[in-house]
């Protein structure tokens, strides 16, 4: 069965600084698409950043960029030059015929 | 362009009783899903639909949960009878085609219901 793990609960950056949330997933098959979701307290699940698994090229959006490892089944987010705003939830999700969500990094900027 | 619209947006009931959660999807979305969100935890997939055709309904508990999308556009998730542990968020996604290329499959989220049975 697929399975999605984000072993950091909760993680905190200095404003202005670099972050990198992880996230391990289970699967036998070789083509999916892997998301990263982000929730801020109270408002809506939005996405960040997708990669596609036949895809070798990291996925990049302004300050978010992927590490994805495809043999180690790594996929990992970096936030740079972290922002107040960037403060929330984020969600590694994992998409073939199923979703999977994983539980979550809840993330703190230090100003 | 409007989001994704879900009513109520909280709901207290106690134990035994039914209710009920509507969505509306972007539209032009044709997959709809529901997930519930425990307290820290990530989403959990309840049912999509393709149009109005339920294609994954594998993690909705049948004997109590039900679902329905009419004409492909509203949905409607049901809970009868309510358990004091189906206390959590009912999130509505949708995306514009699920078997479509990949900036198809992006999922949009409406604000949750927040149930609370007791």
């Known amino acids: 069965a697929q399975t999605v793990t984000q072993s950091q609960p909760e993680m905190s950056v200095q404003e202005a600084e670099t972050v990198t949330l992880s996230c391990t997933y289970d699967t036998s098959e070789s083509d999916y698409y892997l998301f990263w979701y982000k929730q801020p307290p109270s408002r809506q699940m939005i996405l960040v950043i997708r990669?596609?698994?036949?895809?070798?090229q990291n996925a990049t959006e302004n300050r978010f960029s992927v590490n994805f490892q495809k043999a180690a089944k790594s996929f990992s987010l970096k936030i740079s030059d972290s922002q107040l705003g960037d403060a929330a939830m984020y969600f590694c999700?994992?998409?073939?015929?199923?979703?999977?969500f994983g539980k979550g990094t809840r993330l703190h900027i230090l100003p | 362009e409007a989001g994704v619209v879900q009513s109520p947006r909280y709901k207290i009931i106690e134990k035994k009783q039914p209710v009920a959660f509507w969505c509306n999807p972007i539209?032009?979305?044709?997959?709809l899903y529901w997930y519930r969100q425990n307290l820290g935890q990530g989403p959990e997939l309840l049912i999509r639909y393709e149009n109005e055709e339920a294609v994954d309904d594998s993690q909705l508990p049948k004997d109590r949960f039900s679902a329905e999308r009419l004409k492909g556009v509203d949905s409607t998730l049901k809970i009868q009878p309510a358990e004091l542990g189906d206390s959590a968020v009912y999130l509505c996604a949708s995306s514009l085609d699920f078997n479509g290329p990949p900036e198809a499959k992006t999922q949009y989220f409406g604000p949750g219901t927040r149930l609370l049975v007791l």
């Open positions: 999700a994992y998409t073939t015929d199923k979703i999977i």
């Open positions: 990669q596609e698994a036949y895809k070798q």
């Open positions: 539209s032009g979305h044709n997959t």
